[in-house]
């Protein structure tokens, strides 16, 4: 498994040299949200795009793909339109920016971008074909520009679940995206023992997320102050024969960056699976 980071965890900092403090830290890889500070989609030019691709290659560091960018679409609603906004110009504003973000992690060298289904803000009749053809579409939208579309259970959203994703997985059957998996998540969200539903789900998993958190409650903590086992999950997560990036999401906390991504590291250090190989 290759440590990583995620990209909106490190907002204080110019990528170049929040990049670089990854790697002197000794991590492996990188999660990248294309947001208003790192990579705006609407102003980084292909020339951008290759200069940092040349930085990823020379620091060592894999890149994934992430969306999750809370205002980048609509600087009024967080995280909105979704797949699941009931108005079609605007699910199409976000299809956009999911072939947009593939095309930019093509050039930079990703394999796999990360998206999730968004709340379901109209709840009624339509709600499952709108989930189904929203997801459809955004794997598509991502597929055509070479990349693996993985879809991520989100706490509130449409798709919250380990078993939502499988049930939509069943519905989708050959247009199923992949999984990426917060364990955090698994903790919000519980559906049982986390090692557990890991184990199930290592054949889809294609990215995994990581940080503590408590159980019932949504919020990304710092590895030590939450209820996450990380000897128990990691472990959990080797066994499946994973091998990709495991990237911590410290999304509030780019004002201590610095001592955030040490202290992950140190984690990583002390229950890693890489000591286990």
């Known amino acids: 498994m290759l440590l990583g980071y995620q990209s909106n965890g490190l907002q204080n900092h110019r990528l170049p040299e929040a990049l670089q403090l990854l790697a002197a830290n000794g991590y492996q890889a990188v999660g990248l949200t294309p947001d208003t ?9 292909d020339r951008d795009l290759d200069r940092l691709a040349a930085l990823l290659r020379e620091l060592g560091l894999v890149p994934v793909m992430e969306t999750g960018a809370r205002f980048l679409l609509d600087p009024q609603h967080k995280h909105e339109p979704t797949l699941m906004t009931v108005d079609a110009a605007a699910r199409q504003r976000r299809l956009e920016f999911y072939r947009r973000a593939a095309a930019m992690g093509a050039r930079l060298g990703a394999e ?5 289904s968004g709340i379901d803000r109209a709840p009624g009749a339509d709600s499952g074909e709108r989930l189904r053809a929203g997801v459809r579409a955004a794997g598509a939208a991502i597929a055509a520009e070479g990349l693996v579309p993985s879809l991520e259970p989100e706490p509130g959203m449409a798709v919250a679940t380990f078993a939502q994703w499988l049930q ?3 519905e989708l059957g050959s247009e199923a995206p992949a999984l990426t998996l917060d364990v955090g998540h698994l903790y919000a969200e519980w559906e049982g023992e986390p090692v557990d539903v890991i184990g199930a789900a290592g054949p889809f998993l294609r990215q995994v997320q990581l940080e503590d958190m408590r159980r019932g409650v949504h919020e990304h903590l710092l590895p030590g102050t939450g209820d996450v086992d990380f000897d128990g999950v990691l472990t959990a997560i080797e066994n499946t024969g994973y091998r990709g990036p495991v990237c911590f999401e410290l999304g509030r906390d780019s004002h201590r960056a610095p001592a955030a991504v040490a202290a992950c590291r140190a984690v990583w250090d002390r229950f890693g699976a890489h000591r286990r190989r």
């Open 37 to 45: 500070c790192h990579l705006d989609p609407t102003i980084t030019t």
């Open 168 to 170: 939509l997985r069943e």
């Open 112 to 116: 796999v971008l990360s998206f999730w």
